[in-house]
């Protein structure tokens, strides 16, 4: 299926309801990511707004159906490699955003000096994702076992999963 254009911009205060629309269901579903289920708006937007990100959002005929964001994945002597997260719209699930966030991502990581990106949790239950970031070039480099208490099959593994820009 072929989804419209989207366009990309960093988000704003403004942005708040909308990734939080996009984040809550997601986060209270659990099996794909570490936040708690019942994590407040206030403490989520802290996060993926917080000061040492670049959050962006991805709009398709003027509504948000995207976001993710870019950081360093360590300080000082490991800034070099960048690390993200990424969450699409549950309603707007199947149609392509993912890649095309993760294709402008990669690009912002260029542009922005990053020499590679790094996942540091890919839940390896989550096929789609993992699925997704092999299709875009990302080995997984390591497994750590039991490390995410998945909501419906217990103990699974993490993937860390890694490219060069």
């Known amino acids: ?3 419209k254009t989207l366009n990309f911009r960093l988000a704003k205060p403004t ?27 206030q403490e989520m937007m802290g996060y993926w707004m917080g000061p040492d ?3 962006y959002v991805a709009e398709m005929d003027g509504k948000i159906v995207g976001t993710f964001y870019l950081k360093p ?20 699930s199947g149609k392509g955003i993912g890649r095309q ?8 990581a260029k542009k922005s000096g990053y020499l590679a990106m790094q996942f540091n949790y890919v839940i390896s239950t ?11 070039d990302f080995d997984i480099i390591g497994e750590i076992p039991a490390a ?3 909501p419906e099959k217990g103990l699974v593994g993490v993937y860390v999963m890694y490219r060069r820009v």
């Open 15 to 41: 942005d708040h309801k909308a990734l939080w629309e996009i984040i809550r269901p997601i986060i209270h579903k659990g099996g794909t990511y570490v936040f708690s289920p019942d994590s407040s708006e």
């Open 101 to 108: 966030m993760g294709l402008f991502a990669l690009d912002e």
């Open 126 to 136: 989550n096929q789609s994702a993992v699925k997704l970031w092999q299709s875009l």
């Open 53 to 55: 990100k670049s959050t």
């Open 73 to 92: 994945n360590q300080p000082g002597l490991g800034n070099h490699v960048c690390n993200a997260g990424f969450m699409v719209d549950e309603k707007e």
């Open 1 to 3: 299926m072929k989804i």
């Open 148 to 150: 995410y208490r998945h």
